[in-house]
């Protein structure tokens, strides 16, 4: 098991820092102050099929794009030398092409509201980022881009400061040292969160798309008097009930408990009190096919139910097992 294994692919997102002419061509601002584009923009090709396995996958990718103004009346307040005082002018101006997101990739931003725009290193100081992240209900970033000492390591600083689980793609990130970036790459496996490369970033995007088990989403009891069950467990054992129960299939009536449990009629008369058990599960029409192969006797096929599109099987012993997969 990798460790990218205790990520979900539905609650990931790959960012792209900083990806711009300015820092990536010989003719923008690096280029001209004399440093090794060619080290720079070696990630170029790399990145490219990595963000479309990601778009094909569901997985977002937000793209942050440095801005600068000239004159900036907050920079001029410094009285030290700055970082662009060191360069052939102030890089990524805004409005010219120095600032622009380079030609390889500038037609994968087909989402407008994912480009990220920022004035300064970090991809969450003083921008939209984290609000973005947590509207598509984001809790693990994977981070690319340029340069490795600057931009993405502040940004890779600033995710793991708000919470979020950081993985570092190190062979899609690149910078302007190599000793730099070896002495990066320790602090952020050490502090930050996790490296890996793009190969088994790949591979996990790979595994996330294959049907699994989840886990146990809830139990259904069949009890002989509903009415007294429901006082017992939110009455006396302070079960919460949902709002948005509605009766079975079969018309029997259903309540259901934010902890898991779900109570019906029809019990315990027989010796089977659990009417099925329900488990969440992942590419439910793939799991449906293998199932059908395999012979698995089917309850009911792929179809809507109370959580998502089911299917209704039987394991050997007849009980019934419900797996869904949830509606986006």
Not at 9 to 35: M, Y
Not at 191 to 196: A, E, I, K, W
Not at 298 to 325: C, M, Q, S, T, W
């Amino acid at each position: 098991m990798s460790v990218l294994d205790l990520l979900s692919a539905k609650r990931s997102a790959l960012i792209v820092v900083d990806l711009q002419n300015a820092f990536c061509h010989p003719e923008g601002t690096l280029g001209k102050s004399g440093l090794d584009m060619d080290r720079l923009g070696a990630i170029i090709p790399k990145l490219r099929p990595v963000i479309e396995r990601c778009q094909a996958a569901g997985i977002p990718v937000l793209w942050t794009l440095q801005e600068h103004y000239e004159p900036d009346d907050r920079r001029s307040r410094k009285r030290l030398p700055t970082h662009t005082s060191k360069r052939k002018g102030v890089s990524a101006l805004s409005g010219t092409w120095d600032a622009q997101i380079v030609d390889e990739l500038k037609d994968l931003v087909t989402n407008p509201s994912y480009v990220i725009r920022k004035h300064r290193f970090g991809g969450f100081y003083e921008t939209r980022m984290d609000i973005v992240l947590k509207q598509l209900g984001v809790d693990a970033v994977f981070v690319t881009g340029a340069t490795a000492n600057a931009c993405v390591e502040t940004t890779i600083r600033e995710a793991y400061l708000h919470d979020y689980d950081v993985v570092a793609l190190t062979d899609l990130i690149s910078g302007v040292n190599a000793e730099w970036e070896e002495t990066a790459r320790q602090v952020w496996q050490q502090y930050f969160g996790v490296t890996t490369e793009s190969k088994d970033f790949m591979d996990w995007i790979d595994r996330e798309q294959e049907p699994a088990t989840i886990g146990l989403h809830h139990l259904l009891l069949k009890v002989s008097n509903l009415d007294a069950s429901i006082r017992f467990y939110v009455d006396v054992l302070g079960f919460s009930e949902r709002s948005d129960a509605k009766p079975l299939p079969d018309g029997r009536r259903f309540v259901a408990m934010t902890q898991g449990l779900g109570l019906t009629e029809g019990g315990p008369g027989d010796l089977g009190q659990v009417d099925h058990m329900a488990f969440e599960v992942r590419n439910v029409v793939a799991l449906n096919d293998r199932l059908k192969k395999l012979g698995v006797e089917f309850e009911r096929e792929i179809g809507p139910g109370p959580y998502g599109h089911a299917i209704y099987v039987k394991d050997p012993d007849g009980n019934i097992l419900e797996l869904f997969e949830k509606l986006n």
